[in-house]
């Protein structure tokens, strides 16, 4: 028997499902789904309505998602960026009105009343999210849609940063929060989905998809000998940074925050409750340039 469709990454439930996947799930209902953009900082995405639930993730302001059923102030949606499927308060989503110019390059800012420092913050952005200039200027850019971001804060839409391991260790100390995105809080496969996507590489949403898509195995003695900044260690779902031969990088709820500790401890206090290291996998280098976010 066929295994049917990862429904994380695959818009179906048992009454509908995307035009796209029409012969491949059966469904009662295939509709083609309506283009609408995050309106909000950031939202839940969670796996049923319920708000009552943990997250399953996070989308960022300006991110496009596909929307396939809007009720009872739900709406249905595949965010285009990672293919992950979900539901979102539909208050938190827009009409689709404007392609992003630049994305946010630092782990958070605000969108400003003013082109003043002391100007009234309103809009909390946080990295990788999309936005719109109408005018560049040396210390803040005017969004078409109002308001105005600090200049140093934003990058190209295609410009990327040249170490996602680097961009990782920017949020040492973030708390963490299961479906996490922000610099408010991650969980272990958002802190890698977040650096590999602000240093232009592609990346799925959960660890066992990052286990499975992302670079090709690291062979290393029983001292962990061999790994090298950047690679990634995988334990049943968990996952790592290293960020020196010695030491690691993870987002975790033994500290319940983005720590920075050295491997070895890690990989025994881990191994310890009953999770050996699966694998590790080396990541290809991102391209800079790669358009990740249409």
Not at 36 to 51: I, M
Not at 69 to 96: F, I, N, P, R, T
Not at 278 to 294: D, E, N
């Amino acid at each position: 028997m066929t295994k049917p469709p990862d429904p994380r990454t695959h818009p179906y439930r048992a009454d509908l499902a995307a035009e796209v996947l029409r012969g491949v799930v059966p469904a009662p209902r295939y509709v083609e789904g309506a283009l609408k953009q995050v309106a909000h900082g950031a939202t839940p995405l969670w796996s049923r309505p319920d708000a009552s639930l943990g997250w399953a993730s996070q989308l960022l302001h300006g991110e496009l998602v596909r929307c396939y059923e809007e009720k009872d102030g739900w709406a249905w949606v595949q965010a285009l960026c990672d293919s992950y499927v979900g539901y979102v308060h539909a208050e938190a989503l827009s009409l689709y009105s404007q392609a992003a110019t630049h994305r946010v390059t630092v782990p958070g800012t605000f969108v400003y009343a003013a082109p003043d420092a002391k100007a009234l913050t309103g809009l909390h952005l946080a990295m990788n999210a999309l936005v719109c200039v109408a005018e560049p200027g040396a210390t803040f850019a005017r969004l078409a849609g109002g308001g105005f971001v600090p200049a140093c804060h934003l990058g190209g839409i295609d410009e990327a940063a040249s170490d996602f391991v680097a961009v990782a260790e920017q949020f040492v100390g973030t708390p963490y929060v299961w479906g996490g995105k922000t610099r408010l809080g991650l969980d272990c496969s958002g802190l890698v989905q977040v650096a590999m996507h602000a240093a232009g590489g592609p990346c799925p949403r959960d660890s066992d998809l990052q286990m499975t898509e992302l670079g090709t195995p690291v062979e290393t003695g029983r001292d962990l000998d061999g790994v090298q900044r950047g690679d990634l260690i995988f334990w049943k779902d968990h996952v790592a940074i290293v960020s020196h031969a010695s030491t690691l990088l993870h987002a975790n709820a033994h500290r319940m925050a983005v720590a920075s500790e050295p491997l070895r401890l890690a990989v025994d206090r881990i191994a310890k409750s009953g999770s050996p290291v699966v694998t590790i996998k080396r990541p290809a280098t991102p391209r800079a340039g790669l358009k990740l976010f249409p």
